[in-house]
Each structure stands twice: as C-alpha cells, then as structure tokens.
C-alpha cells in the first residue's frame, strides 16, 4: 500500500479507485496548497495526484525523498520539473487525449464569441443599452471565408482546423516541424490561435513585435498557456488597435486579478481557464490520472507517461 496526496477534492470515482489500494491524503481546501503546505504533505508522499497549479520543481521533490510517481490531472506538464523527476527515477503521467475535442470547442466558442463581439452585446442587453435595430450596430467579423492561423499542430491544434475548415475557413498552420513560418502566419491569418505547450522556447512567443505583424482586423485566441502570450504587449495591442481583439482562456497570472490592467482593454473576452471543464472531460482526466498512479505503484509503467 502506497501514501499518495492529492491536491484537491476530486468530484469524480477517481479517489475512491486509489483509497481501494492506497492510503489516501487529499488537501481539503479549494484554492491550491500554498508551496509550503505542499511540501510538507508530500513529505512522505510515494505518489502526487497534482492539478497545473502546483509547481512541482527540485525543491519540492526534494522534499519527498519517498516519491515515485506524479499524476498530473492535465495535458500540459509545464508546472511539473520534468527533468529533475526523471533524475530522481519519477514517474511522470498527464491526461492527453479526452480533453482535446473540449479544449477545441472552447477555443472556437472565443473565437466565435470575439468575431461577433458577443460579450458586448450580452452586456447591452443587461445594462438596458439595447436601442432600436439600426444598420451599422454590433458589426463584428465574418468568419467563413476567414484565415485560420493555428501556432502548434497537436491533436488540440488539429481539433481547431478541423471545426475552421467546417466553418468555411482557410486553414494555415505553424508549428516546429511543418507549416509556414510564424511570421507569415501573423500576417496572413485574420484569426491567430495558440495551441502550443509552455516551454522556454515559446515563453513570450506573441510579443509586441509579433502582434505588430498581425492585421489590425485580426483576432488572437489563446486556449493553451497564459505565458506564451507578453500581456503587457497584448493590453498595447488591444488599445492601439494593432489588432482587434482577444479571446483567452488562459492568462499569466492564474487567477488574473480584477484590477489587472489587461481588463481595461477593449475587444477582450476572458474565461477562467475552463478548456477541458466538461463533466466528461474532467472525469476522464481524473480517472487517467487514477490509472497513472495505481499503475506506477504496482511496479508498471504508466499508460499516460509525460514523456
Ligand atoms: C491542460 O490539461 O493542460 C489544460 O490546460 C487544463 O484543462
């Protein structure tokens, strides 16, 4: 019987799967462990079920001298210190796969929504600004007949060209091994959307010079991680009207404060970070990151390793 901490209350059969052979921790509160907390219940830990708001880095698997196995109950792996896991023998799983249609969904569902200027017109509604139907009123972007810019082609970029294409768009892509270069994407797509994980190398990647490059009509969805894109460059771009608007689901920090200055910018629509929160979706991930751990504990490879 293994310990494994889980790092928040699960509303899935996942834990009970683990309590039938493990001894389980789970953090009782809905904000993440704060570093501390983490490290101190992973002490004696053999196994992580982790969401991506825990930074798992040296210090904390130091912490664990005990630990085995890491479940990430997410795709992206960019909280996890993959290399100092692998130094130290631990297994690494994530959840690919179940959330790659969900993600697509929401990503088009922003790209949607900014092109026709939903959130705007939602907010007449409320606040009683409808007036009469007048000609030039609520005019947003077509969206058949558009160019569809995808930066990174895995199975969520894939799922994005796939719902572009049924809309009627042209579909162009870049990614490392195939495409058209970024720059020309940039200039050619009348919608950019980032599906691409977080690495160092593509921190930052839509700066300021890279949003000068878009059409001033052109849309910038992120639904992949909220540091691929400079927010400071983005809030510029928004309000000089180097491009026209934004849909993020994702944003640098996580939760993005009220008062960041990124919300005073026009054209802007943001989620909190929902592109796989479906009931299915999120129940599938747990239960791979279930798997992953019984797996590892029982001495087997994980069926969803990291790398
Ligand atoms: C992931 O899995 O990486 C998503 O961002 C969370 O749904």
Redesign the pocket.
Known sequence: MGRIFITRELPFDAVDRLRAEHAVDVWERPDPPPPEALRERAAGADALLTM?TERVDEALLDAAPRLRAIAN????TDNIDLEAAAARGIAVG??PGV?TDT?ADLAFALLLGVARRLPEGAAEVRDGRWGPWQPAHGLGADVAGATLGIVGRGRIGDAMARRGEGFGMEVVHSSRSSGIPLEELLERADFVSLHTPLTPATRHLIDAAALERMKPTAFLIN?A?GGVVDQAALREALIGGAIAGAGLD?TDPEPLPPDDPLLDAPNLLVVP?V???TVRTRAR?AAMAAENLLAALAGRPMPYPAT
């Open positions: 991506l109950m997410a795709v992206g994530n959840t959330l993600t639904t991680r994702v970070h592109g796989s929160a991930m």
